[in-house]
């Protein structure tokens, strides 16, 4: 296999994975959110702090300025 034909079936598999994890995204309540650390992109090298859902891991918001004091004085 060329790295071509490896490389798309690799793209095809992340590309379902991406929407299965949506399917679960979109069905989840989100009941309980955190502040946390991602990633932006998968190269990103500074992460960025988001209000995360606690239980799917969706990215669901912005915290303000003191959330964002509060998380880094933990």
């Known amino acids: 296999m060329g790295v071509s034909q490896k490389i798309a079936v690799l793209l095809e598999k992340r590309r379902k994975v991406e929407k299965e994890i949506a399917k679960l995204q979109k069905s989840c309540k989100h009941s309980g959110k955190s502040v946390k650390q991602i990633w932006e992109y998968v190269d ?3 992460p960025i702090i988001r209000y995360i859902c606690d239980e799917c ?15 880094f004085k933990e």
Do not use: A, I, R
Request: cysteine-free.
């Open 44 to 46: 990103s090298s500074t």
């Open 57 to 71: 891991l969706m990215v669901l918001g912005y915290p303000n300025q003191q959330e964002k004091d509060n998380y």
